[in-house]
């Protein structure tokens, strides 16, 4: 039962680590002018995909949402668009680029380096439901791992405001009028799968405590002196 309970702590840890990386966290809506041209202009003109998505939709698309994962922005399409971006920023006036984006960068650091803590909570479980003789470690830095990443909804709530406030727009990030015609951004907040990773934190502090709960008697005494807390 001793092994069962450090693997399975184990797996919830790793499985904290994977939902970081693949799951995604944030979710963004963003409505476009350009995106309803064209998808009038693919209805009138009898472009099957542009039928096809109508139909299934109940109408012309206005609006693209998407759910950002870490993996997506470092490899996915997240990643191209980042770039664009950059490109953009760097063919013009870097520094003012800086200037129209300075509002977030603090809060979205202080996001990244919450995620960059609670991964290494993860870790710290995963080595404690192994080497630890005393579980209750475990409960600690399953807890610090609980209350970071319930922290950063409320941190990356500072980055999505000045998107939603149109303080920052796409036309902004581009420093050109055009970019205002890809679309303004109308939804922008962590995505409902974040939540499955403090859920996790806590389901292995729940089953920590069960676990130690239903230890036979003699279990209980013997780890007390194991620990120093009861006399022989």
């Not at 470690?137 to 909804?153: D, F």
């Not at 500072?158 to 796409?170: G, K, M, Q, R, S």
């Not at 279990?219 to 009861?230: C, T």
Request: charged share 15%.
């Amino acid at each position: 039962m001793k092994m069962a309970y450090k693997v399975i702590t184990a797996l919830l840890a790793v499985a904290i680590i994977v939902m970081f990386i693949f799951t995604p966290l944030i979710s963004i809506r963003v409505e476009s002018l350009a995106l309803s041209v064209i998808a009038l202009i693919g209805q009138y003109t009898g472009n099957e995909t542009i039928n096809d998505l109508a139909a299934e939709k109940g109408g012309v698309p206005s609006a693209v949402s998407e759910s950002i994962s870490v993996h997506d922005v470092f490899f996915g399409d997240v990643n191209s668009i980042a770039r664009s971006v950059s490109a953009f920023a760097e063919e013009g006036d870097s520094a003012a680029f800086l200037e129209r984006i300075e509002v977030i960068i603090a809060p979205a650091l202080a996001f990244i380096v919450l995620g960059i803590l609670a991964i290494i909570c993860a870790i710290v479980t995963i080595v404690l439901a192994f080497a630890a003789k005393d579980n209750r470690k475990v409960i600690y830095s399953a807890l610090a791992g609980l209350g970071i990443s319930y922290m950063m909804p409320a941190t990356f709530k500072a980055v999505a405001e000045p998107f939603l406030n149109d303080e920052i727009t796409i036309g902004t990030l581009m420093d050109n009028f055009l970019g205002s015609l890809l679309g303004s951004v109308t939804g922008f907040q962590v995505a409902n799968t974040f939540w499955f990773i403090p859920v996790t934190f806590a389901l292995i502090i729940l089953w920590t405590v069960l676990y130690n709960y239903t230890l036979p008697e003699k279990e209980k005494r013997e780890r007390k002196l194991m620990l120093g807390e009861a006399d022989e």
